[in-house]
């Protein structure tokens, strides 16, 4: 037994066993964060070329007892290896969904859109549009607010059985965003076919598209084809004016980035709601 342990052991080097039980550490921390309920949404800004507050995107933070705010980067890969990105996903849809509840009865707040990101694995779900639409219901919360971000990744499987589940959502109202565009394999086959409502020019294309004439071209082909498919376009990861104003020079009148705000609790969203 002991030689066979010793057999076994030469596979795993010490590093990659710390990987593994950290691995599995964060996991069970997860679980238990999720029954701590110490999961929050901040919320970032999104304006109209006047600099007008349109919508917010929810990106979700996970407020951890010892490790403070953890950003997610670091635990939603897990999320989605482990499945945990299920009940993860559901608690997303669940509180911003319970926000556009308590954004409608307000007239200053009332047009808000939320964004919500959505894996891979929840879309994909057998339950996912029912378990939307029993959201909604639950909550209260107005359809036609709530916009659903997908990557390309996701939508090249089972074109069809994608696009009767956005059609189902599509007809209570629900919206379609995608997301970071250029940095997936989406081919313009599918986005002439795929009901999307937005297009998100990632912020890869928008921090080079100042010094490299390649980016710029790429953000100029991606506006007018979003424009000409009729679906909005924002710019995502605007840092700059000068970003700004050559994304709009391009004819893209949406945008969110740092140098209109960073994603903060909800709270902190009240000084982008100017009074009229
Ligand atoms: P994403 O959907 O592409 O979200 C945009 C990310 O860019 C956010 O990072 C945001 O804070 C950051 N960002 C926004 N403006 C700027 C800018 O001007 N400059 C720079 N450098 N960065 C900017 P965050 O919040 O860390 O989220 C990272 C990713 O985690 C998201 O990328 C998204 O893929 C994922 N994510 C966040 N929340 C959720 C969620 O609720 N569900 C799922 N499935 N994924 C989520
Ligand atoms: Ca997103
Ligand atoms: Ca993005
Ligand atoms: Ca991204």
């Not at 929050?40 to 349109?54: E, F, S, T």
């Not at 999320?79 to 556009?100: F, K, N, S």
């Not at 036609?144 to 090249?156: M, N, Q």
């Not at 629900?174 to 990632?202: A, E, H, N």
Request: hydrophobic share 45%.
């Amino acid at each position: 037994a002991k030689d066979a342990g010793r057999n076994t052991l030469r596979f795993f080097d010490p590093d990659m066993q710390a990987v593994i039980s950290a691995r599995a550490e964060m996991e069970a921390d997860m679980r238990l964060g999720l029954q701590e309920n110490q999961f929050l949404l901040y919320y970032q800004p999104q304006v109209n070329h006047a600099g007008r507050l349109i919508g917010v995107e929810a990106l979700v933070r996970w407020q951890h007892p010892l490790r403070g705010l953890v950003a997610p980067a670091h635990f939603i890969p897990l999320a989605e290896d482990t499945g945990l990105i299920l009940p993860l996903g559901q608690w997303v849809m669940e509180a911003a969904c319970r926000q556009l509840q308590l954004w409608r009865t307000q007239a200053h707040t009332a047009q808000l859109t939320i964004a919500v990101n959505v894996s891979a694995l929840q879309f994909h779900g057998e339950s996912f549009v029912s378990d939307v639409l029993a959201t909604l219901a639950r909550t209260g919360a107005p359809a036609d607010r709530l916009k659903l971000e997908l990557t390309e990744s996701l939508l090249v499987k089972d074109v069809d059985g994608v696009i009767a589940k956005m059609v189902a959502l599509k007809a209570h109202g629900v919206g379609f965003s995608l997301d970071d565009f250029g940095t997936g394999y989406s081919s313009l086959s599918y986005l002439k076919r795929l009901p999307l409502d937005q297009i998100k020019i990632d912020q890869s294309f928008v921090s080079d598209a100042l010094s490299n004439p390649k980016d710029a071209a790429l953000v100029r082909a991606t506006v007018a084809m979003g424009r000409g498919l009729g679906m909005m376009v924002i710019a995502e990861g605007v840092e700059t004016q000068m970003q700004r104003d050559f994304l709009e020079g391009e004819g893209c009148l949406n945008f969110q980035g740092y140098f209109f705000g960073r994603p903060v609790p909800v709270a902190e969203l009240a000084c982008f709601l100017v009074a009229e």
